[in-house]
């Protein structure tokens, strides 16, 4: 099967842009329907829709998720945040061996780390580096939910800003122009009244750590 393709776009003004989630340079920015539902899925499945942009030290995501009643009950960084409403952005940056998972629940909370071997033994992966909490700090997340406990389905976003140079501490320096990234953009919420798992571009099975099914991340020229 043909791999997807996510075309990004520069955003000059990016740092400031991305905390607005209706500005004109979200607007102009490529949709990706996360709509790829597994069968293992249950219940009501919210639409949900994420973008991304980059700029000169950073690359800035949205996603959009429309009806869901949101459920959160890990309220730090680095903790289980995938049990809750949670959307989540997987990059491979280069010809880099690994990939990062960046995983944020409705109301901002990230597990992070980068995962060199995603085979699976006794105690996880096989090789990976979680991020520091420090690092986790570094990430910048904006988001329209202050709580939950709404028991109606309602409409939620979050936005992030990931600097390059978080990516280049645990992957090393990456190449300028960026060529040969891969990505993933995916939905979960193992532990809610419906445990759903969707994907952009499609997982063999019930498992998102699967760098084989990433799409083609495709940084397109600055404008001069």
């Known amino acids: 099967m043909e791999k997807k393709e996510y075309h990004i776009k520069y955003c000059a003004s990016l740092h400031s842009a991305v905390k607005n989630l209706n500005s004109a340079e979200w607007n ?12 293992e899925s249950r219940g009501e499945i919210p639409m ?4 991304l942009m ?35 952005f997987f990059v491979k940056p280069g010809k880099e ?7 944020f629940n409705c109301l901002g909370h990230l597990y ?21 909490i420090e690092d986790c700090g570094a990430i910048e997340v904006y988001k329209s939910l202050k709580e939950t406990g709404d028991k109606s389905p309602l409409n939620w976003s979050l936005q992030f800003y990931i600097p390059i140079n978080i990516i ?15 990505c993933n953009f ?15 571009s499609p997982v063999k099975e019930l498992n998102f750590h699967a760098p084989e099914c990433f799409g083609k991340l495709i940084f397109e020229e600055r404008e001069n």
Not at 34 to 39: F, G, L, N
Not at 48 to 51: D, N, P, Q
Not at 168 to 182: R, T
């Open 186 to 200: 995916y939905k979960c919420a193992d532990k809610s009244a419906n445990p759903h798992w969707a994907a952009w």
């Open 112 to 132: 992070a780390s980068y995962i060199i071997d995603p085979e699976m033994d006794e105690n996880g992966f096989k090789e990976f580096i979680p991020f520091e």
């Open 48 to 51: 949900v829709k994420a973008r």
């Open 28 to 39: 102009s920015a490529q949709t990706a329907l996360i709509a790829e539902v597994r069968p």
């Open 54 to 88: 980059y700029g000169k030290e950073g690359i800035g995501g949205a996603f959009y998720v429309e009806n869901e009643i949101p459920v959160c009950t890990h309220l730090e960084n680095m903790s289980r945040v995938w049990e809750d409403s949670c959307v989540e």
């Open 97 to 103: 061996k690994g990939y990062f998972n960046f995983e």
């Open 168 to 182: 280049e501490k645990y992957a090393g320096a990456v190449s300028v122009p960026y060529k040969d990234w891969e």
